[in-house]
């Protein structure tokens, strides 16, 4: 079965203070592993995808990285409007059903 | 659309009433799928569209949920009789094709007292 696990489920981290979040997943195939930001009331804005093994991307103070089993999301000096939810979700090649699993999330606070 | 459009935005309903949500996708996209979030907790799958038809359905919670896509556009999530149980954000979501990454709109909060 496809799961999908995040941790810490809450965190905070002082200004500058630079940390990790980790996803790791459990899929048959994977075809795509996915970063999603949600701010509270708001639907989740994507962030990042991820398809292979040792793939890296990067977006402002934000580094995605992915192994066979899981992926990090590297916070680099934060700032409090980074503050939020942040989201993986995982997508199953061998999945005829094209759902996209997610985790429930770790809740960032960066404390000024 | 520039982005995923998804009204009402805010919807209080009284328990038994049914309630309908509309999703309007980025043009373009032939991909579409809900989710269902509680407060506090994670995105729940209930369904997705690939076109008009739904090669899924596995998530939807009972047989008062259905939804319908027409035209390879707007796609309608439809709750009868509601409970207080299913007051949630329903968020829609397109992609351009099975293999791309989905994107969110902004959901619409049901409330059922």
């Known amino acids: 079965e496809d799961q999908v696990t995040q941790s810490p489920e809450a965190l905070r981290l002082q200004e500058g203070e630079s940390s990790s979040l980790n996803c790791s997943y459990t899929?048959?195939?994977?075809?795509?592993l996915f970063w999603y930001r949600q701010d509270p009331g708001k639907g989740p804005e994507f962030l990042f995808t991820?398809?292979?093994a040792g793939e890296e991307k990067e977006k402002e103070r934000l580094k995605a990285t992915l192994t066979k089993k899981e992926s990090f999301l590297h916070i680099t000096a934060p700032k409090p409007e980074d503050s939020a939810t942040y989201l993986c979700?995982?997508?199953?090649?061998?999945?005829?059903?094209?759902?996209?699993?997610f985790g429930t999330g770790t809740s960032l606070t960066v404390i000024p | 659309g520039a982005g995923v459009s998804q009204s009402p935005s805010n919807k209080v309903t009284e328990k038994g009433k049914d309630v309908e949500l509309r999703c309007d996708p980025i043009?373009?996209?032939?991909?579409l799928y809900w989710y269902r979030q509680r407060l506090g907790q994670g995105l729940e799958f209930l369904i997705y569209?690939?076109?008009?038809?739904?090669?899924?359905k596995s998530g939807l919670p009972s047989d008062r949920f259905s939804a319908e896509r027409t035209g390879e556009s707007v796609s309608t999530l439809t709750i009868q009789r509601t409970q207080q149980e299913d007051s949630a954000v329903y968020l829609c979501?397109?992609?351009?094709?099975?293999?791309?990454?989905?994107?969110f709109g902004e959901g619409s909060w049901l409330t059922v007292v």
């Open positions: 979501a397109s992609s351009f094709g099975v293999m791309n990454t989905i994107y």
């Open positions: 899929v048959s195939g994977l075809r795509g």
């Open positions: 991820l398809y292979s």
């Open positions: 979700a995982v997508q199953d090649a061998t999945n005829t059903g094209n759902q996209f699993y």
């Open positions: 043009s373009g996209h032939t991909a």
């Open positions: 569209f690939q076109g008009n038809s739904a090669p899924d």
